[in-house]
């Protein structure tokens, strides 16, 4: 299932926690990160970059980072719209990609994704909808769909399940032609540095996997599985100033995430 990494990619994998304090402090839902900064051994892997994030109360107002800029639209309390602007030297802001989220029941019911906008494509030359349904308490199923751009018709790309527990994604599957795509997942108890942002948890794993704790072991792959860990450092509130996430042999650093709020 493809996703949309704002945010400049936060929680894309949240993996081992460094920490011997075992017992989170009392929930504060005033704390809010306002920055998020990359940082990548290798640029092979990936770009430095810091975000900045502005809130009202709450809910997220943007993201801004340097040559990018993502708003965030709400109605009530839901996350109803993303949008994400390139921003060239002189400060032209030009529209990127844009995410639409309707809801049914107080549950995220569509998620429509469009990028790449020209005068040819006014709506997107590439549009991809996800359609979910919530099977059970803790078991929802989604049908990922390519829409072509001139003609709007809707094909099936793949499909799959997320289960959750405790408010945490603990599994996924995605069946994609004749290839499934499994991950596991397991967390420490602290606190997600994402989770007092209003519309966050209805996101689904929207913003790569996010939950109410941290990730501390992925288990990822198709026919052969790879295990994932990352460290965190912890601030007196439990919420993590830095993150080291390693590649799959446990060993190399893949990228640091530091946060401040």
């Known amino acids: 299932m493809k996703k949309l990494l704002l945010l400049c990619s936060v929680l894309t994998l949240l993996f081992t926690s ?11 839902t005033s704390i809010l990160p306002k920055t998020i900064s990359y940082t ?25 980072a340097e040559g990018s800029k993502t708003i965030f639209t709400y109605n009530g309390n839901v996350i109803v719209k993303q ?6 030297a002189k400060g032209v802001e030009t529209k990127d990609t844009e995410v639409f989220y309707t809801y049914e029941n107080n549950k995220l019911k569509t998620r429509i994704m469009r990028e790449e906008f020209s005068s040819q494509f006014p709506d997107g030359q590439f549009i991809d909808k996800i359609v979910y349904t919530y099977t059970s ?6 049908v990922n769909y390519y829409v072509d751009p ?3 018709k809707e094909v099936k790309s793949s ?4 289960t959750y527990k405790d408010g945490n994604l603990i599994k996924s599957e995605e069946v994609s032609d004749s290839s ?28 790569g996997v996010f939950g109410k704790n941290n990730i501390i072991k992925t288990i990822a792959g198709t026919s052969q599985l790879t295990e ?34």
């Open 159 to 162: 499909e799959g399940n997320l």
């Open 18 to 28: 460094c920490s011997n304090d075992d017992n989170p402090s009392t929930e504060n």
């Open 40 to 64: 990548y051994p290798s640029i092979y892997l990936g770009t430095n970059s810091k975000s900045t994030l502005t809130y009202d109360g709450n809910k997220i107002v943007s993201s801004i």
């Open 83 to 88: 949008e994400k602007f390139n921003v060239d």
């Open 150 to 152: 001139s003609t709007k």
């Open 137 to 142: 308490q803790n078991v929802i199923s989604f």
């Open 228 to 261: 994932y860990l990352t460290t965190y450092i912890y601030n007196d509130k439990d919420y993590p100033t830095k993150q080291t996430s390693f590649t799959g042999d446990g060993k190399t650093i893949e990228y640091e995430i530091e946060y401040t709020y």
């Open 180 to 207: 499934t795509a499994k991950r596991t997942y397991e967390y420490d108890i602290k606190n997600n540095p994402l989770k007092n942002i209003l519309g966050f948890d209805l996101l689904l794993n929207e913003i």
